[in-house]
């Protein structure tokens, strides 16, 4: 018997493992290195540069390039800008202003690739984003770069500040250099005063540099943690504005230098980017210098569509740059050179640019689809005689998208071979759940039907990219559904009347599930809870978490065996508060809950928001407790953000430590004591206190229904006379369908914009990429993971969950059924990601040359890889596994 039990151990856990191996050699082959031209650009005619002017010298010699990061088009052209230095450029003509298209996924790593190579940015590059600062897999080696270019012609200097991807892309390449870094988005003002104050140096009379790179972080940073409307952000427009006129006297007084201002990328109406949406895609570019006399009218009207000016490619940027300062286009480059900008040549010398450009080009186009086809006899007509300007223009403009299209070359074998191993593996699954399940005497065949029905239905969906987008619907579709056929084959929900109120308690907390936020990537709207009590009604917002909080403390001290290990009492239940130990216990758990509470009062507050005034005092009492003093609030304080930010930082840890101190002491005394129940359940209340404070505060309300849905479960299936088997069936259908509903109804999407950094930095002094990584999964996977827990204890100690007490029925007492409950359990939930693994990357296969094969299912790919190995595997079977034998 226990080589049989072993053998299925082996197994199931093969079986993951393999499935899990499937999917990773199956991203291998879809997000391979972009394969790029080797070696370096040269002019056709090496003693000649068509890019000189009429006096045979390069329209700049030196530039100044200036990336604010996540700067929309509208937070430079609109009426609500605050860079009205900026406006006064583009009246006076000295600023020809446009909104650049950046490529996504629109983070800081690719889209810096594609504004020095001039190439389209791989999805793999959005991965890398966030590497550590010791990882060069990022490294341009051996790639052609503007960068480079400049560097060689005549041996010129660039120096650089910020941002420190840009020393990971060109390690080696700068003279000066200083990187901040740009993953600890909880600092707006000292990742940006660390570039400003070497201004001083490099503006003075004896700086020796012919570049000069600045990329400030600040605005980036405001936007992850308060959003476009943050109080912060016309302040930081304001002093971008002041960096800029700042630069502007300096070249005044030599008008050979350039100065280009630009967003590497823009942000989403939360704050975010990474995705597609037109406020990610629309990034401010502008070139300046008292050379320019195109006057414009500046600021516009605010425009939804984010459309300002002349709209081009950000990557249009490299070859318009090479022509300014004279260095042959890059190789891999598919930018076309701005017309605004070739209008600054005189007429006569505008063809041979063009020509250039289309030459570089057309290089690219013959190494990966050589000399034949219509495209190569446009580019014959084009060349042997004189055309106008305008069928260039559309000539490279459509040789830029089809080459974009088809930038990335799949490996195809590695696609094959990962797909054959998630067939096979799938296959495996089926049967063995089929044979295990139809083997239970008296087992409820429907259930079973059904539940295989659920998975593969909703693994169909993936085939629509619709679908993917609004994929919350599906899951409340799912969850309303599932709920319904299990009132009618499992619930027994008109047996009993309070069955029947435990029923409608449930769909009701699952109604509120569903209306806290807005999902989806289609339609956005602002008609949610969450929006409503953060934005209309912050009093009831406060009011809730303090609900929520006090629901959680007492839900700790009441419903396990938390109290019970600490009293000095005997017996079972909640001790009498004149007990010591009992009351040392109840004031533990008020204090770790009251701090965390702190902590996110004050947080809200650092992030720019409001505190009511019934707060004030709350507010100001923490604070004086750490010598803060908070009389004038003024925002451009730098030494009160850095006090506010140590204090928050200190509240964080200590609600953490606190926590964990919980934690181990009851396992130890509990051990001591022989407590023999309670555990997974104080495990999970505890847990449960870490995910409200791991999550955004108009959020931590939704907590009262995920527990109100868990409490109305245990109270329909206690003590309910169904077969273990056909009870963990039951129990993982309904947790795995609220793990879904819950992660798309606190905010999220499938898009990696919507990947929410404002708690990824609590208690956390500076980055570190594994410990951040960690705190943004547990923020953006707060309610799988409160689920996860939730099910073990659903399974395994439900008259707790009850508030009934320990019960001998519980399955937590037959030990001999721990392994075998956690091994049914598995091969359920390997059933359900084995069917959506082949389901899915069936669909990518199917649609690898779809429109939205990068902005839509490739972030699905990402977000599945993450369920698959973070939920299912790390926290559903082994933290699982350590809770239940701890």
Known sequence: MAKSFASKWIVQASLTLINLLGLIIFLRGFFPSKVVLP????????????????????????????????????????????????????????????TAYSNPPTVTLPRLKGITTGGTPNFLDAILNIADDKDDSQGLFNQDSWVHQFKQSSGKSINFFGDDTWLKLFQGEFDE???????????????????????DQQLSKGAQWDGLILHYLGLDHIGH????????????????????????????????????????????????????????????????SPKFNHPNVAPLPKDPEYSYYHKINQIDLVPTLATLLNFPIPKNSLGVVSKEILEIWPEKKRHAIILENCRQIMDLYQAKHGKSGDVWKKWQELSLSEHPLTEYFEFLYDIQEEMASSATDYGYKDIYAGAAILFLTSVSTIVLFNRYFYSIPEMNIPLVIGYQLFAILYSFHFHGSSLIEEEHQIWYFFTTATLLFLGVTVFDVFAKFSNL??????????????????????????????????????????LLVILTYAVAAIVMYTQGSFASTFTFASGRGVPDARDAGALISFIAVFVVTSVSFLFKLLQHFIDGNAVPRWLNLLLLWILDSYNVRLRNVNIEDNELKFQLQNVSIQLSRFTVFTLLGLLALRLIVGRIRSIKFGTVTDISNIV????????????????????????????????????????????????????????????????LATVDLSNAYNGVKSYDVFLVGLLTFISNFAGPIFWSFSGLQLL?????????????????????????????????????????????????????????????????????????????ILVDFIVATVVLYI
């Open 39 to 98: 070696g370096y650009s040269t002019f056709e005619d090496a003693a000649k540069s068509p890019f000189l002017n009429p006096r045979g010298r390069p329209q700049f010699n030196r530039f100044i390039l200036m990336v604010v990061d996540a700067m929309r088009s509208d937070f430079c052209f609109s009426e609500d800008s605050s860079f009205e230095f900026l406006h006064e450029l583009i009246n006076q003509g000295h600023a020809l202003p446009f």
């Open 177 to 199: 250099f200083e990187g901040t870094n740009s993953f600890f988005v909880s600092d707006f003002t000292e990742v940006d005063n660390n570039v400003t104050h070497h201004l």
């Open 225 to 288: 943690k308060g959003g476009p409307e943050s109080v912060y952000m016309k302040a930081k427009q304001i002093e971008m504005d002041m960096v800029l006129q700042r630069l502007y006297r300096y070249v005044s007084k030599n008008d050979d230098t350039l100065i280009v201002l630009m967003g590497d990328h823009g942000m989403n109406e939360i704050g975010n980017h990474g995705g597609s949406s037109i406020g990610e895609t629309s990034a401010g570019l502008t070139f300046i």
């Open 501 to 542: 109120l435990n029923y409608g308690l449930l769909f009701a907390c699952v109604r509120i599930i569903r209306s806290w936020n807005n999902s989806g990537q289609k339609y956005s709207t602002k008609f949610n809870i969450a929006y409503y009590l953060l934005h209309t009604n912050p009093n009831l917002m406060w």
């Open 688 to 751: 449960t206190i870490y995910l409200l404070h791991q999550t955004r505060q108009e959020n931590i309300p939704l907590f009262l229904a995920l527990i109100g849905a868990k409490f109305a479960i245990a109270r329909i299936m206690y003590q309910k006379t169904a077969r273990i088997d056909q009870y963990i069936l039951t129990i993982s259908l309904v947790v795995l369908c609220l793990q879904n509903l819950s992660f798309f109804c606190l905010g999220n999407t499938n898009l």
């Open 796 to 872: 395994y100690e439900p008259s707790l969950v009850c508030f009934k007490g320990p019960a001998s029925s519980d399955l937590i007492h037959f030990k001999g059924l721990k392994k075998s409950i956690l091994l049914i359990k598995g091969l359920i939930s390997l059933f359900f990601y084995a069917i959506a693994a082949v389901n899915l990357i069936g669909s990518c296969i199917n649609l690898r040359f779809h429109l939205f094969i990068w902005t839509v299912f490739s972030p699905k790919l990402l977000f599945f890889g993450s369920w698959l190995l973070f939920v299912n």
